[in-house]
């Protein structure tokens, strides 16, 4: 299986060039698929890292133990161009502007103040003033990488640990699938 996925990997690099094969002959890619359970694969191209299950697995019902639609487990990681100190530096500088600003704006609307049983018109009309000020720094903010594997940053996003709350048959893939998040983030090094 392996000469397979560093086929695919080989191809995807010609395919597309440039970053695909740099990813795809990454030393830190080949480390983290090589300490993957059995039955996962690394793909990597110019903009994502997936990890992903070999075989479809079915999706249990909550109530009983019917078996459900099939889904291939899936860990989905951005990748960029590994970040420099100076990239990771003003990152923080602004989310730290970020988190400071958010703080008085807090104190501004009299967030800490534990809400009344029944909100007044003036607390809910607050509140919501609250939410939009708080949404509209909350686009300031800059994302970080996770961490960086070998010559790429790495970030997770939305639909990275999405599949994490199913139940799957068998139930091992879904712990292995918990394992390898742990497992990506002991491969990489600190951002």
């Known amino acids: 299986m392996r000469i397979a996925a560093v086929a695919l990997l ?3 690099g010609s395919m597309t060039g440039g970053r695909a094969a740099e990813a795809g002959g990454d030393a830190a890619i080949t480390t983290l698929e090589r300490a993957l359970p059995k039955g996962w694969t690394v793909i990597a191209t110019d903009t994502e890292l997936l990890i992903r299950h070999d075989r479809p697995l079915y999706v249990t019902a909550e109530a009983h133990d019917a ?3 099939l889904v291939t487990l899936e860990l989905r990681y951005h990748l960029q161009a590994r970040w420099s100190a100076k990239q990771l530096a003003d990152a923080r500088l602004t989310n730290d502007k970020v988190a400071a600003q958010l703080e008085q704006l807090r104190k501004r609307y009299k ?3 534990a809400p009344a049983a029944k ?4 607390d809910t009309k607050r ?3 609250f939410a939009k000020a708080e ?3 909350a686009k300031q903010k800059v994302k970080t990488p996770l961490c960086t594997l070998g010559e790429s940053s790495l970030f997770d996003g939305d639909d990275t640990y999405a599949q994490l709350k199913m139940k799957v048959d068998p139930p091992q893939a879904m712990e292995q699938a918990k394992d390898i998040v742990e497992l990506v983030k002991k491969q990489c090094g600190a951002g």
Do not use: I, K, R
């Open 111 to 113: 967030m800490d103040v």
């Open 10 to 12: 080989a191809c995807l």
């Open 67 to 69: 078996a459900g639609p």
């Open 119 to 122: 909100p007044s018109a003036d």
């Open 127 to 129: 509140q919501a003033a």
């Open 135 to 137: 949404a509209e720094l």
